[in-house]
């Protein structure tokens, strides 16, 4: 069946480093739907990005993914982590149902 | 806008007890899920529903039974609460079954003595 793999359950860095998060999937679909929630601290997970496009960069709030089909990823990114990025991202993949990672607690710090 | 309530906040209960949660949105959604979030494993789809008195079972769904009473709300049954079990259960709606966003309530917050 469908999967999504996150590798990293945790990552620290200091406010004003680049921000990668690592996302892979494993699907029967040609056309998959790729999500990334954000869940802050006492908050509900709420949607932060969605593509379907392969090799299309996807764009909200400083953050940017881009599919990419041939490597079956969309890692999350950031030029500039601010102390308010610190949550717990979950990357998900729309195949008949929605599947989410295990989730990465990113944890910025001055 | 619209809101997703989710009651109660926090349950605590017995071993063996049955517990109910429930959910209510005002978005005229039509698709409702429910999903448990457990540290370092991510949120696991226990049951969801594309309409009223639909039910779809999702990974994990033993232990659990769920009811969609009509298209606003949609309600969790834990059948038989499992000692020192701790979790919070998420209610969330979508318009469909596609690639639209789900939208979250804010939990319930589940102990089990």
């Known amino acids: 069946g469908d999967s999504v793999t996150q590798t990293e359950g945790l990552v620290t860095l200091t406010e004003g480093l680049p921000v990668m998060l690592n996302c892979t999937y494993q699907?029967?679909?040609?056309?998959?739907?790729l999500f990334w929630y954000v869940q802050h601290l006492n908050e509900s997970p709420r949607l932060l990005l969605k593509?379907?496009?392969?090799?299309k960069r996807t764009e909200h709030q400083g953050f940017h993914a881009t599919l990419h089909k041939s490597s079956s990823s969309f890692h999350l990114q950031k030029s500039s982590a601010q102390l308010s990025d610190s949550a717990l991202y979950y990357c998900?993949?729309?195949?008949?149902?929605?599947?989410f990672g295990t989730g990465t607690s990113l944890l910025v710090d001055p | 806008g619209g809101i997703i309530t989710q009651t109660p906040k926090f349950l605590i209960g017995q071993e063996g007890q049955k517990l109910t949660l429930k959910c209510q949105q005002n978005?005229?959604?039509?698709?409702m899920y429910w999903y448990r979030q457990d540290s370092g494993k991510g949120l696991r789809l226990i049951y969801y529903?594309?309409?009223?008195?639909?039910?779809q079972k999702g990974d994990l769904s033993e232990g659990y039974d769920a009811s969609r009473e009509k298209k606003s709300s949609f309600s969790l049954t834990v059948t038989s609460a499992q000692k020192n079990e701790m979790a919070v259960f998420l209610c969330?709606?979508?318009?469909?079954?596609?690639?639209?966003?789900?939208?979250f309530g804010h939990g319930t917050k589940l102990s089990v003595l």
């Open positions: 699907t029967i679909y040609s056309n998959p739907f």
């Open positions: 998900a993949h729309m195949g008949y149902k929605l599947t």
């Open positions: 978005f005229n959604h039509d698709t």
């Open positions: 529903s594309i309409t009223e008195n639909d039910l």
């Open positions: 593509s379907f496009t392969d090799n």
């Open positions: 969330a709606s979508s318009s469909g079954t596609g690639a639209e966003r789900l939208f």
